[in-house]
């Protein structure tokens, strides 16, 4: 181990530079961060100079790889020294898929100081076993580079694990939420809170959203809140709309609304009129909080995923959100990469922390690998499913064409705040209304103050313009979509859409082709954490119920995982540092219980992850194999 650590401790050590460089320079006005990048098509290749280098036979190696000139100078000062390293871990007899537009298969993989030192053949990397190094025989399973999920609400997600969950997964019409909601109240004093999550209108039995008297009829005595799989609308009993002061003849406040019928509320609050009932739920602790991103990182884990963009910190508590994730790091708690996009609007009940962080003089950037500041989040608009997303054409019913939660000056002075500070801007816009707006906003700001490679982002994107598609790439804005949502809400949406704007939908394929680098994500808990229903949906767009959405919108497998890996990775910044199995990259792998490259898209659903290793540490663990 002595001979490790004279022999590379240098190159591990400049490591951390990278992201106190990232801090400095991206924190300038009008400056873009400075962290050395290589190509963004950084890939392994074969070099049969490393060969006579290193001794590890056609091994790529860091070494090899920086005397390639695939890194910068800042990444290969440190490399002296002749001795081979030997591995902490070495993963041999697999099938490892490298990332990327890689579409050839290695078979071993080392790792050291929690980084990927070499991928080659079995044979060749066996010289790299010291005596402390742990060899996993993967006995011909397939590894890929660990999924990253560039948005989801862990928080949210951890705290649906403890709420009752009313889901399609869990219940199939208004009746069983009732059932759910009156064993609750069984077990509860009157008076205090149940709340519920996850329900989808479309997939109930009884085909609507389940209104005051269903959840009255339940719990009379305890204010109840019931909030729909899309976070965008939630319903509220008697008892919850009177604890939370709101009134029959109350008026809508700006981008919400309080349905009626007959003129007597349903129950059913929508976008940011959600915020008077949050307002009077007891709030989570920190403590709970921190039990909530620990239980994400578990679910996170235990399907591969070992990055997740968090797109919404302050959405549940506020400044506390921020905190629980520091705890959880601090109690050794996060097993899962995450970059942290703070809210900055007062969306969905949400309480903004990014106004604070923008004050005290940080940026995009600031952190470390496990816990770093990602962008600043706004909303231009709500949901598809639930008719709040902003259109140019009306919705179905012929008269609705959703809702812009700001006005464009309103948007555009906001985000300009942020985007001459350094920050990335993040602003969720489904609809095409939205999306154009967005556009706009950043045109606006980009003109105004040139920044390069800005990296600004449309969160979801759905239904995108051809001539928006140009304006994308033009302003190098980055879709980020959830492919997934083809598969979970295709047949929803026709609820709505016609078909012709949803077989358009989240355009995977054509993201690609126009080099818009999609990522891919779940939005979890809008939908489940399970990466491979997203790779799925790239390859069929096909739902549940057999009805393919816009056959010509799938992708290959290859694209569908690089979407998931290296695509979210560029949304970070990140493309030098995850996304790939290559010397240099963090050693972050899932190991699958199936050849997904070989199985057909019905089988890939019955994928299960065996193995998750996150900076080389067993994170997941399915079988007990390495304990
Ligand atoms: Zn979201």
New binding site residues.
């Given amino acids: 181990m002595d001979r490790l650590k004279s022999s590379w401790s240098p190159p591990l050590a400049i490591f951390p530079h990278l992201a106190r460089e990232c801090v400095r320079t991206a924190a300038v006005p009008n400056g873009h961060c400075a962290v050395p990048i290589p190509p963004h098509n950084a890939q392994p290749r074969r070099d049969r100079r490393a060969k006579a280098e290193n001794g590890l036979g056609g091994a790529r190696t860091l070494r090899g790889h920086a005397r390639r000139g695939h890194y910068q100078k800042g990444w290969i000062s440190g490399l002296s020294g002749t001795n081979t390293a030997h591995a902490d871990l070495l993963l041999i007899n697999g099938r490892i898929w490298p990332g990327g537009p890689a579409r050839h298969m290695e078979e071993a993989l080392a790792v050291v100081g929690g980084r990927v030192l070499a991928v080659g053949r079995t044979a060749d990397l066996m010289p790299l076993a010291g005596p402390d190094t742990r060899v996993i025989d993967l006995r011909g399973r397939t590894a890929i580079p660990g999924f990253n999920d560039a948005?989801?609400?862990p928080i949210t997600l951890g705290l649906h694990g403890t709420r009752i969950d009313v889901s399609p997964r869990a219940v199939r019409s208004i009746r069983d939420i009732q059932e759910k909601i009156r064993a609750a109240a069984a077990t509860r004093p009157p008076g205090t809170w149940i709340l519920a999550a996850g329900y989808d209108d479309a997939h109930l039995a009884e085909g609507r959203h389940p209104t005051r008297d269903d959840l009255d009829e339940a719990a009379p005595n305890h204010p109840v809140f019931v909030t729909r799989t899309d976070?965008h609308m939630g319903v509220a009993n008697s008892r919850a709309l009177e604890a939370a002061g709101i009134k029959e003849d109350e008026p809508d406040p700006p981008g919400g609304s309080f349905h009626r019928e007959g003129g007597r509320l349903t129950g059913l609050i929508v976008d940011n009129a959600m915020q008077r009932v949050f307002a009077h739920v007891p709030p989570p602790t920190v403590d709970d909080l921190v039990e909530a991103v620990a239980w994400a990182a578990r679910e996170f884990n235990r399907w591969g995923i070992t990055s997740v963009t968090d797109?919404?910190v302050g959405l549940v508590s506020g400044a506390d959100d921020l905190l629980a994730y520091q705890a959880a790091r601090q109690r050794g708690r996060l097993t899962v990469r995450f970059t942290l996009c703070l809210l900055a609007d007062a969306a969905l009940g949400g309480r903004p922390t990014a106004p604070a962080a923008l004050e005290a003089g940080f940026a995009t950037g600031f952190g470390d690998e496990y816990l770093r500041l990602g962008p600043v989040k706004f909303f231009a608009d709500g949901s598809a499913s639930g008719r709040s997303a902003a259109f140019s054409r009306p919705y179905l019913d012929g008269t609705s064409y959703g809702i812009l939660t700001h006005t464009l000056e309103e948007l555009t002075e906001q985000v300009r705040r942020y985007h001459r500070r350094g920050w990335q801007v993040a602003i969720?816009a489904i609809g095409d209304a939205a999306i154009e707006q967005v556009l706009d906003v950043y045109e606006t700001v980009l003109r105004e103050c040139p920044r390069e490679n800005a990296r600004h982002r449309i969160?979801?994107c759905g239904y995108v313009q051809p001539a928006q598609l140009e304006r994308l790439g033009r302003l190098g804005v980055l879709p980020v979509p959830?492919p997934v949502f083809m598969h979970i809400f295709g047949d929803g949406y026709l609820r709505h859409l016609d078909e012709e704007r949803v077989r358009r939908a989240y355009p995977m394929r054509t993201f690609l082709e126009r080099g818009l680098k999609p990522s891919a994500s779940s939005?979890a808990p809008?939908c489940p954490a399970n990466p491979f229903l997203g790779v799925y949906a790239m390859l069929t767009r096909k739902s549940p119920s057999g009805r393919v959405h816009g056959a010509d919108q799938c992708v290959d497998i290859y694209q569908a995982l690089a979407a998931y890996t290296s695509g979210s990775a560029y949304t970070t910044f990140d493309e030098t540092r995850k996304g790939l199995l290559a010397p240099g990259f963090l050693a972050d792998v899932a190991v699958l219980s199936q050849d997904i490259f070989n199985a057909s898209p019905d089988e890939l659903l019955a994928t299960e992850v065996d193995l998750t290793l996150c900076g080389g540490q067993i994170v997941h663990d399915r079988l007990g194999e390495t304990r």
């Fill in positions: 948005h989801a609400h976070l797109a919404g969720h969160e979801h959830q939005d809008v």
